[in-house]
């Protein structure tokens, strides 16, 4: 990507305007699904699936923090403790 005789000012111009092509590419894309119903159908069906199975997980997630698991750690055997 960057030859030898680039400079650093001309490496960052030139990663900054790929990185501005691709974000025009990323809404562009991103416009063209919002205005799909099929495409959007789909997208919330998966949305609504993976909400589910993160409510799944924060619930797990609270629940060990509710009974003090997952947040101690055991002793080791024979480790004798300190007053």
Do not use: F
Not at 3 to 9: D, L, N, Q, R
Not at 45 to 69: E, Y
Request: charged share 35%; proline share 1%.
């Amino acid at each position: 990507m960057c030859g030898p005789s680039m400079t650093s000012a001309e490496s960052k111009k030139r990663d900054a305007d790929y990185r501005a092509e691709e974000d025009l590419r990323t809404i562009t894309r991103a416009e063209e699904v919002r205005t799909d119903q099929t495409r959007m159908a789909g997208v919330v069906k998966i949305q609504r699936k993976q909400l589910s199975a993160l409510q799944r997980v924060g619930k797990a997630i609270a629940q060990q923090s509710v009974n003090g698991t997952g947040t101690t750690r055991r002793r080791r055997r024979g480790v004798s403790q300190r007053a």
